[in-house]
């Protein structure tokens, strides 16, 4: 009987076991044994297939299990395995972070119970389960919930929900406001229907009637009015939604959401009285107007579209009429511009139409697609006119243009054509470009622009004049300073500016034709000064060296006056007009502050630049005062550590950095000699430069470096101290650049090369750097491509 009971003891055992891998097999957790007599865990597949550890991978002690919690979570949730160990209780779960093989941590619920052995804990054996996924399942639902949420008060869309069984609605805020905030009370389908306006309310309840009818189940779309229940204000409402149904038919549901169009039916009813407003303009214009119903393609048009079409006003038109009467050869012209009309809403086209007496006709088609509130194009709207006269002549000017072209081309003397009263150059012939020495790229510009070198000299207001009197100009051994090859040199020509008008007497070009007369010229003048110097040079030299001495004096001390009353005046004024400024910064923020809500847009708009143009006046201000300010007192230069400048610096502009997304790369600099204040001007001037002109596409990088200067381009370079050495310091980027023609300019004051709508600035900086320069004996250049970026360079003395 023993033997029989332990074998059956056995048997059961057996089976246990046995049950217990197939259950750890079969399940998807991860199931683990901790022998707590002999320190070991096991663990089933589970452990490789869900985190990934091999089984050679795993210790045989409970470390294998602790070591691999994350560090945030290990101390709890192991004190508090412990505590239920030594309390002797039964049943333990935690959720914590898990480490998978691949180093990243997994969220895990994990749950176990200990088996005991008279009255003690021996073995505990628990579950472990990856929850990570629905963690993250869980999360993207919140998100989603909220983002729906946000969505819905950021659309300010009004939400409700209609129970047909009791016919009780239920409203967020939005939807109570937009209808006036009804009571409690009224929040019923029967009392809230009252607040629809009577002319919409049978139309309303129709449309309920077919949305919750099973038969149809159809989209509730509707738009009406409704009167505030406490405010008895009107608004514009467009509502949709949806009922839903049980198994049986019967509505159970009718929700959906409601959103304000007042202003949208307003702004097409003031549409709609324009249109008619200006079909009557358009009429008395000579022009014809149409429009097309695109649901039904009907037309409605004018009689005088008709005549412009088809040359007869009794004509009866449709589309598949007007399409015919298009010539073959220009509907490829009409399909594109449909197709274009499509993307961006504006139809525009000229092409030919043939009458019904076979003459041809060009005709300017401008139209516009109307839109529904849901987008889709709903009428085509647009006017026709008749402009064979201007095609024609247009016609004739090109055959007239071809021929002045030839005559240009072929002229034995440089000849170009200045069109409008910008001068925009045209038809310059091969010895004109040769002239100007930059190539055919400024066909097409401005002449002030392709030639700014121009401003200042006598022949761009020469042109304005000829442009308002119509009479020609000629001159002999006239000056012109050029620049050719990127230097600037000086030019002497025999040149005719003559007139051509158009038929209403008008000028509409200027023909500019030129001779090289400046070898002759220059010949002339070294003759001329020649014989004065040698006539006058021994009578004259040393009275001459007598008064320049006197002068140089008498100038010296006029300068140091000079500079100190501008150093006074340069101080009270700005004070004096940054205090205006300052007032009319103060009052226009509280004007926006105080009254935006009853200024339009335009006021808004009109208030805004004049703080900014207040803003440009104030830094201008500020920038003429620092560069009056500067200098050049042998007391106050001392060693200046250029890297403790550019820290600085960098600090002042860190923000401005951030946000260009700047890449600042500085390699160690030296020790110079100068004005720590000045220095810092100059760098910053320089970096803030390269941060603000930076090409918008790519990204801003600034490098900042130097070498020391060798004797041979020392002596290249101007100005110079003998007795020291200098460094040469290079500021590097990779933004917009500019053309070096320009390089003189952009360190004059006040010289831009851009707009401001383009860059910010007052366009002293650069002046100030070579004021800066100049102060310290030194010198500063630039190296530039428009598109490759720039680098300025800076010559600075180093410590004797």
């Not at 860190?654 to 000699?673: A, F, H, M, R, Y």
């Amino acid at each position: 009987m023993t033997d029989i009971t332990l074998n059956e003891r056995k048997n059961d055992l057996l089976l246990a076991i046995e049950r217990f891998k197939l259950v750890a097999k079969a399940t998807h957790d991860v199931i683990w044994d901790w022998d707590l007599a002999r320190g070991t865990v096991w663990w089933n597949e589970g452990m490789q297939e869900i985190f990934g550890y091999r089984p050679e991978d795993i210790e045989a002690g409970p470390n294998s299990w602790f070591d691999r919690i994350h560090p945030d979570d290990q101390e709890q949730v192991v004190k508090k395995m412990h505590a239920l160990i030594e309390k002797g209780e039964s049943n333990w779960s935690d959720f914590y972070r898990f480490r998978r093989a691949d180093g990243s941590y997994a969220h895990v619920h994990d749950r176990g119970y200990t088996i005991q052995s008279g009255g003690k804990p021996v073995r505990m054996v628990g579950s472990m389960m990856d929850i990570s996924q629905q963690l993250r399942s869980d999360k993207a639902r919140q998100e989603s919930e909220e983002n729906l949420t946000f969505a819905i008060q950021a659309a300010q869309l009004g939400t409700w929900n209609l129970n047909p069984a009791d016919q009780t609605v239920l409203f967020n805020d939005r939807c109570r406001e937009l209808y006036g905030y009804p009571a409690d009370t009224d929040m019923h389908y029967e009392r809230l229907i009252q607040f629809v306006h009577p002319d919409d309310r049978t139309r309303v309840m129709e449309a309920v009637g077919r949305t919750l009818d099973p038969s149809l189940r159809v989209p509730y779309d509707i738009r009406y009015r409704v009167i505030g229940a406490s405010d008895r204000k009107l608004r514009w409402l467009h509502c949709t939604g949806q009922a839903y149904f049980n198994p049986s038919g019967k509505p159970i549901r009718f929700s959906g959401i409601s959103r304000e169009i007042t202003s949208e039916i307003t702004s097409q009813e003031k549409i709609a009285w324009a249109d008619q407003q200006a079909a009557m303009t358009i009429e008395g214009s000579g022009a014809g107007s149409f429009m097309v119903t695109l649901a039904n393609n009907e037309i409605i048009y004018s009689p005088t579209m008709a005549r412009i079409i088809t040359g007869s006003e009794s004509a009866n038109m449709t589309r598949n009429i007007l399409l015919a009467s298009l010539h073959p050869d220009d509907i490829h012209i009409r399909n594109q511009a449909y197709a274009e009309a499509e993307d961006n809403g504006e139809l525009r086209y000229e092409a030919r139409f043939i009458w019904n007496d076979t003459s041809v006709h060009w005709v300017r088609v401008l139209g516009r697609y109307l839109y529904d509130s849901l987008g889709k194009a709903v009428s085509l709207s647009g006017i026709v006119m008749d402009i064979t006269d201007r095609i024609e002549s247009e016609q004739r000017l090109k055959v007239n243009e071809e021929h002045l072209r030839t005559l240009i081309e072929q002229a034995p003397v440089a000849t170009a054509l200045f069109v409008g009263e910008e001068m925009v150059i045209d038809i310059p012939n091969e010895a004109m470009l040769k002239f100007w020495g930059k190539g055919r790229s400024i066909i097409g510009k401005p002449l002030r622009e392709a030639l700014p070198e121009l401003e200042g000299q006598p022949f761009l207001s020469i042109l304005d004049r000829i442009y308002k009197t119509g009479e020609a100009h000629s001159e002999q051994g006239a000056r012109a300073d050029l620049v050719v090859d990127g230097q600037l040199q000086t030019f002497y020509y025999d040149y005719t500016y003559k007139p051509l008008k158009n038929a209403k007497g008008e000028v509409y070009a200027i023909l500019d034709m030129a001779v090289d007369v400046t070898e002759q010229v220059i010949s002339r003048q070294e003759l001329e000064q020649s014989e004065e110097r040698y006539r006058q040079l021994a009578a004259e030299l040393e009275r001459r060296v007598g008064q320049r001495t006197d002068e140089l004096h008498q100038a010296n001390i006029e300068l140091m006056n000079s500079n100190n009353n501008l150093q006074q005046f340069a101080y009270a004024a700005s004070h004096d007009m940054q205090e205006p400024l300052r007032k009319i910064q103060s009052f226009g923020s509280r004007l926006l502050l105080t009254y935006s809500d009853k200024l339009d847009e335009n006021g808004k708009y009109m208030l805004n630049r004049i703080q900014d143009a207040s803003k440009r006046m104030s830094a201008m201000i500020d920038d003429l005062l620092a560069y009056s300010r500067l200098t050049t007192r042998e007391g106050e230069f001392e060693k200046v550590a250029l890297d403790d400048v550019v820290d600085s610096v960098l600090a002042d502009l860190e923000i401005s950095i951030q946000e260009q997304k700047t890449d600042i790369i500085v390699e160690g600099l030296p020790v110079v000699w100068g004005n720590r204040s000045q220095l810092t001007q100059l760098v910053q001037n320089l970096i803030s430069n390269a941060v603000k002109y930076r090409l918008p596409d790519q990204e801003s990088v600034i490098r900042l470096s130097y070498r020391t200067l060798d004797g041979a381009e020392k002596e290249t370079l101007p100005k110079l101290l003998p007795d020291h050495k200098y460094i040469r310091l290079e500021v590097s980027d990779n933004g917009i650049g500019f053309d070096e023609i320009y390089l003189d300019r952009i360190f004059q004051m006040f010289q831009r090369l851009h707009g401001r709508s383009e860059f910010s600035g007052s366009g002293i900086g650069l002046a100030l750097c070579k004021k800066v320069v100049q102060n310290h004996q030194g010198y500063i250049t630039a190296r530039s491509q428009p598109g490759k970026g720039a680098t300025f360079i800076v010559y600075l003395p180093v410590p004797r």
